[in-house]
């Protein structure tokens, strides 16, 4: 039993330091995309009033 319990929680761990960095890239990226996405349509807004 103790051997189960031992692989089990070996399984957990790298799960969840695996899990927790690619949602934190993931995160990054789409804030980076959203951000120039903005600053692009701000140029094309402020090119097309001019």
């Known amino acids: 039993m103790s ?3 031992d692989t089990s929680e070996a399984l957990k761990h ?3 330091t695996v ?3 690619y949602t934190t890239i993931v995160l ?3 804030v980076g ?4 996405a903005v600053f692009d349509l701000y140029l094309f807004a ?3 009033l001019h």
């Open 3 to 5: 051997y189960s319990r």
């Open 14 to 16: 790298p799960l969840e």
């Open 19 to 21: 899990r927790r960095p």
């Open 28 to 30: 990054a990226l789409m």
């Open 33 to 36: 995309t959203s951000s120039i």
């Open 46 to 48: 402020s090119s097309a």
